[in-house]
């Protein structure tokens, strides 16, 4: 069964913008924490960012300041704001539940979504 399932990936400009959202079933914890993945071709996956049931959010150094994390827990859809991208943003986004941050952060995921990929032109 698919419990997280994202949308939004496309083809942008570099210094354009574009916003993933990610719908959480309901059998995932309102609790748990929710992030983000990516992985470009050839490298490993990284960790984008990670935000809390409270909606405290911590992000991956190479994201900050251009990338936001939101939550929304009546719709259970969590969004990832993408801005000023970088043709190194480019990657197969993925979605991910984990209990905690600190969880997601040392990648013990409970759950994936299918991932979306995001490309940027140059």
């Known amino acids: 069964q698919v419990q997280l399932v994202e949308s939004g990936g496309g083809l942008v400009q570099a210094g354009g913008s574009l916003r993933l959202s990610c719908a959480r079933s309901?059998?995932?914890?309102?609790?748990?924490?929710m992030g983000w993945f990516r992985q470009a071709p050839g490298k490993e996956r990284e960790v984008v960012g990670a935000?809390?049931?409270?909606?405290?959010?911590t992000y991956a150094d190479s994201v900050k300041g251009r990338f936001t994390i939101s939550r929304d827990n009546v719709k259970n859809t969590v969004y990832l704001q993408m801005s000023s991208l970088k043709p190194e943003d480019t990657a197969v986004y993925y979605c991910a539940a984990a209990p905690s941050i600190s969880r997601m952060f040392q990648r013990i995921v409970s759950y994936w979504g299918q991932g979306t990929q995001v490309t940027v032109s140059s």
């Open positions: 309901v059998r995932i914890s309102s609790v748990f924490a």
């Open positions: 935000i809390d049931w409270t909606g405290s959010a």
